[in-house]
């Protein structure tokens, strides 16, 4: 076993090659150095969780849309997304409005604050640049090739959820993001 460590990176190499372990820790290694660095090029975002950033990212996309219709796109239970409205709300960057066809019905969207707020940073987005063009091409396959096999192991353990999920989503996404210029791309990561 051969062990080198650089930038606070060890590298162990066994006899069946590199741990899964590993690799597992350096993509969690990079998108907290990423999310450390956006925050600190982004002060406002210190307030505000990867959740709560979700959110407000679809509601960016698309404003006044009903507490139902984003805890079906996010996937998550009504509890669950309102305590992260409640929160935004406390922060000042969402308010809830009733529907004006159905009183009802209440209707989530950005303040000033909100839409001000900005999300990500790209200028880290350079970092692929350290990547040949093929470098890319193999990384952008290798990631397909997770992404298929975490859906597939999803999809197995839970097959009915996982159906449902997958549907909710392809018609939220058609419903409310039809229109958006990157509709395509995620159309093809929920299918």
């Known amino acids: 076993m051969t062990e080198k460590k650089e930038y606070g990176i060890y590298e ?6 590199i741990d899964n372990q590993l690799l597992f820790h350096k993509f969690h290694m990079i998108n907290e150095i990423m999310d450390k660095m956006n925050k600190k090029k982004n002060p406002a ?3 505000v969780t990867k959740g709560q950033g ?16 984003l805890s079906e796109i996010l996937n998550i239970s009504a509890s ?12 000042g960057f969402v308010r809830k409005v009733p529907s004006a ?14 839409r001000n707020l900005e999300l990500k940073n790209y200028d ?9 063009e093929e470098e890319k091409e193999n990384l952008n396959e290798y990631l397909n090739i997770l ?19 997958v549907k909710n989503r392809k018609e939220m996404y058609e419903k409310y993001f039809k229109d958006e210029k990157h509709y395509e791309a995620w159309s093809k990561l929920i299918n």
């Not at 669950?80 to 935004?88: F, R």
Request: no cysteine; hydrophobic share 30%; net charge positive.
């Open 147 to 165: 992404i298929k096999s975490i859906h597939k192991k999803f999809k197995e353990e839970n097959p009915e959820r996982y159906e449902r999920i």
């Open 45 to 47: 975002m210190k307030s």
């Open 54 to 69: 979700r959110l407000i990212a679809i509601l960016k996309m698309k404003d006044k849309i009903s507490t139902k219709a």
């Open 12 to 17: 162990t190499h066994g006899s069946n090659g």
């Open 80 to 91: 669950s997304l309102n305590k992260t409205l409640n929160k935004l709300e406390q922060q």
């Open 101 to 114: 066809e159905d009183k009802r019905i209440l209707l989530i969207e950005l303040t000033e604050k909100g």
């Open 124 to 132: 880290d987005i350079d970092i692929f640049d350290s990547l040949s």
